[in-house]
């Protein structure tokens, strides 16, 4: 109830106020499990990238979104659950596993999963170096990954901004990348190959210049 009442809102009312430019929506499966695996330039991308979407995409977010309590709980709970989330306890000492596990279920279930393969925002509009999980996960559950390629959300909610601002945004959707050309890869290389291979796709959708490194958080800075 919440996903169909909230998305009948939110996504007739992004569209009118931000006027998003979006490209190749027929690459992305209309069924079956598939990752959209996408670069990370802002707290507002887990929201654009479903609000645009032809089918439900499913991201984690922290658990406590879905534990608070009174009216603000309830609707928190309600545009959360309407963006497709999926709580995930984050301060879990094996929360990095448990996540992979959990986009598995989703997957498995036929469903939609969102990920950023650089793990956090980018804060210098750079790509950096893809990790593995994007792969790990496609593979274990034999679905291609759509790669998808964001423009322009970091100015929506700029880094310690309290409010979105209006911004001119793009999403693109790529070609679906399959998992058969790696079969036969001993699994590390696959992986690799495949991560990368992600990267790259990405890497023609937006325009961004890639860096041969991982992201990594400043330390004292927060992130989602």
């Known amino acids: 109830m ?86 995930v306890n984050r301060h879990s000492p094996t929360a990095a596993q448990e996540s992979l596990d959990t986009g598995l279920e989703v997957l498995r279930a036929g469903d939609a999963f969102g990920i950023y393969p650089e793990g956090t925002r980018s804060r210098d509009g750079r790509l950096y170096r893809g990790r593995t999980g994007v792969a790990w996960l496609a593979l274990n559950a034999q679905v291609p990954v759509v790669p998808v390629g964001l423009i322009g959300t970091q100015n929506i909610q700029p880094v310690g901004a309290s409010f979105p601002k209006l911004a001119k945004v793009t999403v693109r959707f790529g070609p679906p990348i399959g998992v058969e050309r790696y079969q036969g890869i001993p699994a590390g290389r696959a992986r690799r190959q495949l991560t990368d291979d992600v990267m790259a796709a990405i890497a023609a959708l937006t325009g961004q210049e890639q860096v041969d490194a991982y992201n990594e958080v400043p330390v004292g800075a927060a992130d989602e």
């Open 2 to 87: 919440f996903y169909s009442l909230g998305r009948g809102v939110l996504v007739p009312l992004s569209h009118a106020l931000y006027r998003p430019t979006i490209e190749g929506r027929e690459n992305v499966p209309r069924s079956g499990g598939v990752i959209l695996a996408s670069n990370h330039l802002s707290f507002i991308d887990s929201f654009a990238i479903p609000l645009v979407s032809p089918r439900r995409v499913r991201f984690l977010a922290k658990e406590e979104y879905w534990t608070g309590e009174g009216l603000k709980g309830l609707l928190q709970k309600g545009f959360f659950t309407a963006v497709g989330m999926v709580p």
